[in-house]
């Protein structure tokens, strides 16, 4: 927390917190700023300057939630500034890290060069150690996954577009999900195609002998994943053969409405 009064350095404070949430940082930082500054004499305005304004903005949200206990010290200050002068104002101005504002850039450089050893590093804050967690937990899922027969060998590995097998993540949704969830029935046919539970006729000579398998472009005997999305001339409406990508994965099945739906359910 760095303060200044007519663009002049007053006073900085660097504070190590443990367990913490980003939040409740960030209104710490801004009580400890408020706090101070309305101890100076002759001050009239308080400018707050933060990359985290839905932060600032719980100062002024009357619901019950986490952060009352900074909440109630920050309005009590806030209370006896407005209360010494009818005049007295505040304002909050939003500065996003990536607008690279040269006071910002100093905070974030001091910031990280603070070397002080935590008592308890695996849980330097709330974020880290939900992140670290996650992160523990992702990591013996993809052993699980890769290591055993869980994954199955049906399983197709998707590219992004540096040519690298898509990695699980659980931010946003993941990588996969947000790119066709714009469609029901799109989702439904990514997914056939992924697992390889799709109405192929591989899928049928597995648990449907009896049935029909051979591919209707009567150019294959066994009608298969890797046909349709690669060599069936009944879907080719897109050219474009690098298919194992997951951008072009969603342009062929966005092209070949029919691929990988059931016969008597075209979309």
Same mark, same amino acid.
């Given at each position: 927390m760095h303060m200044h009064i007519y663009n002049k350095p007053i006073t900085k404070m660097i504070h190590h917190v443990v367990h913490v949430t980003s939040t409740k940082a960030e209104l710490f930082a801004i009580r400890c700023g408020i706090n101070q500054t309305t101890n #100076?004499?002759? @001050?009239?305005? $308080? $400018?707050?300057?933060?990359? %985290? @304004?839905?932060?600032?903005?719980?100062? #002024?949200?009357? %619901?019950?939630?986490?952060? !009352?206990? !900074?909440?109630?010290?920050?309005?009590?200050?806030?209370?006896? #500034? #407005?209360?010494?002068?009818?005049?007295? %104002?505040?304002?909050?101005?939003e500065c996003p890290s990536h607008l690279k504002w040269h006071l910002h850039n100093k905070v974030d450089k001091e910031t990280k060069t603070f070397n002080l050893t935590p008592l308890y590093p695996c849980k330097t804050s709330w974020d880290f150690s939900k992140k670290s967690e996650s992160n523990d937990i992702l990591k013996v899922w993809k052993m699980t996954f890769q290591a055993s027969d869980i994954k199955g060998n049906q399983f197709l590995d998707l590219l992004n577009d540096n040519n690298n097998i898509i990695e699980l993540t659980y931010i946003k949704g993941g990588l996969w999900l947000k790119v066709f969830s714009h469609s029901n029935s799109l989702c439904a046919r990514a997914t056939r195609a992924i697992t390889n539970h799709a109405p192929t006729g591989k899928y049928r000579l597995r648990f449907f002998p009896r049935e029909e398998f051979k591919c209707l472009?009567?150019?294959?005997? @066994?009608?298969s994943r890797c046909h349709i999305l690669y060599e069936c001339g009944r879907f080719n409406g897109y050219w474009n053969p690098k298919r194992n990508s997951l951008s072009h994965f969603?342009?062929?099945?966005?092209?070949?409405?029919?691929?990988?739906?059931f016969s008597d359910f075209l979309v």
């Open positions: #100076f004499n002759n @001050i009239s305005k $308080i $400018i707050v300057v933060t990359d %985290s @304004i839905h932060a600032a903005r719980k100062i #002024f949200v009357p %619901s019950v939630h986490l952060y !009352q206990v !900074q909440l109630a010290a920050i309005l009590s200050d806030l209370r006896n #500034f #407005f209360n010494h002068y009818e005049n007295n %104002s505040i304002e909050f101005w472009c009567g150019l294959y005997p @066994i009608e969603i342009m062929f099945l966005e092209t070949n409405l029919s691929a990988f739906t």
